[in-house]
């Protein structure tokens, strides 16, 4: 049975750090690519980055370039999305899906989504 738990959000300044964790089971964990999304109130979910079974990331929004990593980590089934100089418009619910193969998709179309997220505010 596939399973996805999100964590590590919460609420934090302006300039601040979060470390989000993705952990999941039911599938050959590292024969996937998997990728982080955010969706902010009133707004469509977006892809955030991605990582490859090769361990290539793949930015999609230029908006966190040089602030969030991903990196994953195949024994403990888990995704990691470091996030650093966090601004307000970082506000989201973020998720974590899984891609169609082991490459990193062109869209948020080919991901499959099973997790409830977790919320990451951040605010004054």
């Known amino acids: 049975q596939l399973h996805v738990v999100e964590s590590g959000g919460g609420l934090v300044q302006p300039g601040g750090s979060l470390r989000l964790s993705c952990v999941a089971s039911g599938f050959t964990f590292n024969d996937y690519a998997i990728g982080w999304f955010r969706q902010a109130p009133g707004k469509e979910r977006e892809g955030v980055l991605c990582?490859?079974?090769?361990?290539?990331?793949?930015y999609y929004t230029d908006s966190v370039k040089g602030r969030f990593t991903i990196s994953r980590d195949n024994a403990k089934n888990t995704v990691y999305l470091q996030m650093n100089s966090l601004k307000p418009e970082d506000t989201a619910v973020y998720y974590c899906g899984r891609s169609l193969d082991s490459r990193c998709s062109d869209s948020i179309q080919y991901f499959d989504f099973w997790g409830q997220g977790t919320q990451v505010t951040v605010s004054s």
């Open positions: 990582i490859s079974r090769a361990i290539l990331s793949r």
